[in-house]
């Protein structure tokens, strides 16, 4: 594994925690976790099944895409 590789994987880690915090970020309103009341609790844990779903879709697109 040379350094070019590592650099690109840790990157790209980074990346994708940077990302996954904001889309949970945002499936909450932007409000904090104990600001929320239980009803967007529940729209919160919605949002964050469709956002997963939205990423898994795409990883699938990008493995068709390579085809």
């Known amino acids: 594994m040379n350094a070019n590789h590592l650099i690109r994987m840790i990157s790209r880690m980074v990346m994708n925690r940077g990302i996954n915090h904001g889309i949970n970020h945002m499936s909450r309103g932007g409000k904090r976790p104990e ?28 493995r068709f895409g390579r085809f």
């Open 35 to 62: 600001d929320i009341t239980p009803e967007e609790r529940e729209r919160a844990k919605r949002t964050k099944g469709n956002a997963h779903r939205a990423r898994q879709g795409l990883n699938i697109m990008r």
